[in-house]
């Protein structure tokens, strides 16, 4: 088949790997682009969402949010806020925040928090090799 037509492509091309979800991804991402690209036509004026301001924050060690939180300032609610990618558990205490994962956090706390993770560490290390 020699054409660059999508619409033929995604009806008459029957190669092993392009399936229902590659089939429908590109046409999918055009809609979406197109509809970002003239919203106003689709639904009139609309008023924007202010961006969220954020740093960022990487666990070198897997730690509990609510720790980490209370030494930073920082509710609990507010970072589930921030972080709508990660699961709940995590904000509820119910898992440890995993080492590698990387959290937003306010604006100029980066640093708090890299340092509360870092004691926290710490101290439990210290309690550890204290058993």
């Not at 660059?4 to 190669?15: L, M, T």
Request: proline share 5%; aromatic share 12%.
């Amino acid at each position: 088949m020699q054409t660059d037509d999508i619409g033929v492509i995604a009806k008459q091309y029957r190669g092993g790997s392009y399936r229902f979800a590659s089939r429908n991804f590109y046409p999918e991402f055009l809609a979406a682009l197109e509809v970002a690209n003239h919203y106003k036509d689709y639904f009139g004026e609309i008023t924007r969402l202010t961006p969220v301001v954020y740093e960022t924050f990487t666990a070198q060690t897997s730690l509990p949010l609510s720790q980490l939180s209370e030494r930073c300032g920082v509710d609990l609610e507010t970072l589930e806020e921030m972080n709508p990618a990660y699961s709940k558990v995590f904000f509820l205490g119910s898992k440890p925040f995993p080492a590698g994962y990387t959290l937003r956090v306010p604006v100029g706390l980066s640093t708090a928090f890299a340092e509360a993770a870092q004691n926290l560490s710490e101290e439990n290390t210290l309690k550890i090799s204290a058993q």
